[in-house]
């Protein structure tokens, strides 16, 4: 599914939809018990977008997030593999050796999971830039068949960093503990900080799933206040503004 790119203080922004499809039955809940407070329509489906996001800033290739991965990943259980990430980077002619910096938002298998192939990284030639404090909290088939295969290829930030001009990481912990959004001028790339258009209405709307549900309403709010341009993880729309003031 193609989306408008947007270029936004120099950095044409390019949405990529990795897959279209509602979470799997063993985790998948009724909408009022996943978002709790939430508004919504009488056995009304959440039918979610995984989106990453390709970057393209002064000769460098950025892309934020690698989907869900292959029929064998970690989201197998309940996402709809295989994604589309690598036709999807074809369709706009990058090639997974391009690709020079990889910024995972955080380490859910739906986020992820596209990072690795066979044995080792799926991007040969980038380094993988990932919060310390996501690395210290990841479990399971996440540590196992994505992070230790990355090996040297892992970038460690601790807290907030400017990755390249006009690009930075910054730390919005909650969902997870070392969620980060990529921030470009007043566009955030927002992982999984906002997830359903329910939170924008009301950013103290918590999620089921979320590691930390308070502190994610801190982040959230925080992002909200910052930025005015989301560039959403699962959004049918990838770019959704805030209401917050444009700066400049």
């Known amino acids: 599914m193609a989306h408008e790119a947007r270029i936004v203080s120099g950095v044409e922004v390019i949405p990529l939809c990795d897959a279209v499809g509602p979470m799997g039955s063993h985790i998948r809940k009724p909408l009022p018990e996943m978002f709790p407070r939430g508004s919504f329509a009488d056995g009304e489906e959440w039918i979610l977008h995984f ?3 390709l ?3 002064a000769g ?3 892309l934020v997030d690698t989907g869900i991965g292959g029929a064998g990943s970690p989201a197998a ?3 709809p593999v295989p994604g589309r990430l690598f036709e999807e980077l074809s369709a706009h002619g990058v090639a ?3 690709v020079d910096l990889v910024v995972l938002t955080h380490l859910h298998s739906d986020h992820a999971s596209g990072s690795v192939t066979g044995d080792g990284p799926a991007f040969p030639n980038a380094r993988y830039a990932v919060q310390r404090a996501e690395l210290d909290w990841v479990r399971g088939p996440m540590r196992d068949q994505v992070v230790v295969p990355l090996g040297d290829s892992l970038q460690i930030l601790d807290g907030t960093a400017e990755l390249l001009p ?3 990481a910054v730390h919005s912990p909650g969902h997870t503990p070392g969620h980060q959004t990529v921030e470009v001028g007043d566009l955030a790339l927002s992982g999984d900080v906002v997830l359903h258009p329910e939170q924008l209405r009301d950013p103290t709307i918590t999620y089921v799933y979320d590691e930390d549900p308070e502190l994610a309403v801190r982040s ?4 909200l206040g910052r930025v005015a341009v989301l560039g959403t993880g699962h959004f049918a729309d990838p770019f959704v503004p805030t209401g917050a003031p444009v700066s400049g």
Do not use: E, F, K, P
């Open 220 to 223: 959230r709010v925080a992002l």
């Open 96 to 98: 997974a050796a391009d």
């Open 166 to 168: 006009g690009i930075t």
């Open 77 to 79: 259980s309940w996402a």
């Open 51 to 53: 989106h990453c996001y």
């Open 60 to 62: 460098r290739t950025v």
């Open 55 to 57: 970057l393209r800033a």
